[in-house]
Nanobody
Framework: QVQLVESGGALVTPGGSLRLSCAASGIIFKFYGMGWYRQAPGKERELVAVISGGGATNYGDSVKGRFTISRDNTKNTVYLLMNYLKPEDTAVYYC??????????WGQGTQVTVSS
């Protein structure tokens, strides 16, 4: 059974930093592309960042230069380091594991709130 367990979400003030983690089990982690999406209230789910099994990365335009995605294949974990957080970064952040179009798994989400 595939499980993706996110952690690290919190309330943070604007300009602050957070690191999210997503621990995966039930998959051969190194073969999976991993990523983070987010969904704010009343908005569509959007791409935050993705990282391939080989380490290639891609970011959503709104987070480029502020967020960094990384993975540790020895720990079956993907990370999202978020710097210079803004109120508009407030959302539920979801971890995703993708091997193919028909083989996609989502975590339960972790809340990030940026507010003073």
């Amino acid at each position: 059974q595939v499980q993706l367990v996110e952690s690290g979400g919190a309330l943070v003030t604007p300009g602050g930093s957070l690191r999210l983690s997503c621990a995966a089990s039930g998959i051969i982690f190194k073969f999976y592309g991993m990523g983070w999406y987010r969904q704010a209230p009343g908005k569509e789910r959007e791409l935050v960042a993705v990282i391939s099994g080989g380490g290639a990365t891609n970011y959503g335009d709104s987070v480029k230069g502020r967020f960094t995605i990384s993975r540790d294949n020895t720990k079956n974990t993907v990370y999202l380091l978020m710097n210079y957080l803004k109120p508009e970064d407030t959302a539920v952040y979801y971890c995703v594991a993708r091997l193919a179009t028909s083989n996609v798994h989502w975590g339960q989400g972790t809340q990030v709130t940026v507010s003073s």
